[in-house]
């Protein structure tokens, strides 16, 4: 054991990381140890030949001083990727650092990230929706664009009327909707289960995008529910029914965003900004029902919900609007 290297043990701590969480989190935790071993090295403790037993926790106060030009959420994701490691090492008996020593560094040396609040094109995204139920009556040269066309509508009406992140989406097979409730199980962040809700016009866009390829799906001799909601229609998937991937998903909200909107515009649309339309559509269908939209948005803390609040207040909009632009001249 002690002749295990840092690198050695980071590149076992990243891929146990890998293999437990998300690809995004995998990919910012190898972004986070990729700068902590910058500091190591400024330190003088090269990782491909500094074993861990030579390691101690005062790393994570050299680490802390070196995030300061990050912006004070990065510096949080980063401090906790490394404090996962020193956890690591503990848990896999490679070395043994003094954990209640190293949370307290983090506190002191830490900041703490403010809050912002969410911002995003609300009138824009409803163009871009419009302009998405509107791509299923589009002339087509072959069936695959047909359902690419398909399929994108599907993909934009689900992430803007439930409110799942991009990787849900992904994920969601055909056997997770329950089509007479009108919802599906999803594994969301941290790995835990939770209720998805779809509206009637997004669980119609997913019928008529799976109408249009059920010659795709009875030839691959799977059976149905194991098949992906939104597949890939590429020349690269052959006849087969892959996933699409969150990249995908992703290029599919900028492709679209584009379309409708122009590219100016469209650099301002994510996946997450239809999360955000989602929110705050719910507060302002509910007259301001904090409790509603954070079970719906399934978020941990009402304290995440309370950030939309500024979005949906409209009584706010009109008072500010009566004062300070109907007032009458002296």
């Not at 992140?165 to 009108?182: F, K, P, Q, S, T």
């Not at 995908?248 to 122009?262: D, H, K, P, S």
């Amino acid at each position: 054991m002690t002749e295990t290297t840092l690198l050695q043990a980071i590149e076992s701590y990243l891929t146990s990381v890998a293999q437990a969480r998300s690809p995004n989190t995998a990919r910012s935790y190898r972004n986070a140890m990729n700068a902590f071993q910058l500091t190591l090295n400024a330190q003088g403790l090269e990782p491909s030949s500094t074993l861990v037993n030579q390691l101690d926790e005062s790393a994570i106060a050299w680490f802390a001083a070196d995030l300061k030009d990050y912006t004070p959420a990065t510096e949080q994701l980063y401090l906790t990727a490394a404090a996962g490691f020193f956890e690591y090492l503990a848990a896999e008996r490679l070395a043994e650092p003094n954990l209640p020593r190293l949370r307290l560094l983090i506190r002191q040396r830490s900041r703490r990230p403010g809050q912002r609040l969410p911002q995003f094109p609300y009138n824009d995204i409803v163009k871009l929706l419009n302009y998405a139920n509107n791509l299923a009556s589009l002339s087509t040269q072959n069936d695959a664009e047909r359902c690419i066309n398909l399929r994108d509508r599907a993909f934009l009406l689900t992430l803007a009327d439930t409110g799942l992140r991009v990787h849900e989406a992904c994920a969601l097979r055909r056997g997770d909707i329950d089509w007479n409730e009108g919802r599906a199980l999803v594994i969301g962040k941290g790995d835990r289960q939770a209720v998805a809700r779809f509206s009637r016009r997004s669980l119609q866009a997913l019928r008529d995008y799976l109408s249009a390829r059920s010659a795709l799906d009875g030839a691959s001799k799977r059976p149905l529910p194991s098949l992906p909601l939104f597949a890939r229609h590429d020349r690269g998937a052959g006849k087969k029914v892959k996933p699409i991937t969150t990249a995908t998903g992703r290029n599919i909200v900028a492709q679209r965003a584009a379309e409708a909107l122009g590219e100016s515009v469209a650099g301002m649309i994510t996946p997450h900004s239809l999360r955000d339309y989602f929110v705050t559509t719910v507060l302002r269908g509910s007259g301001g029902n904090l409790k509603l939209a954070q079970e719906l948005a399934r978020h941990r803390s009402i304290s995440i919900t309370q950030r939309y609040a500024h979005l949906s207040d409209d009584e706010l909009d009109r008072g500010y609007s009566e004062i300070f632009d109907h007032t009458t001249e002296d």
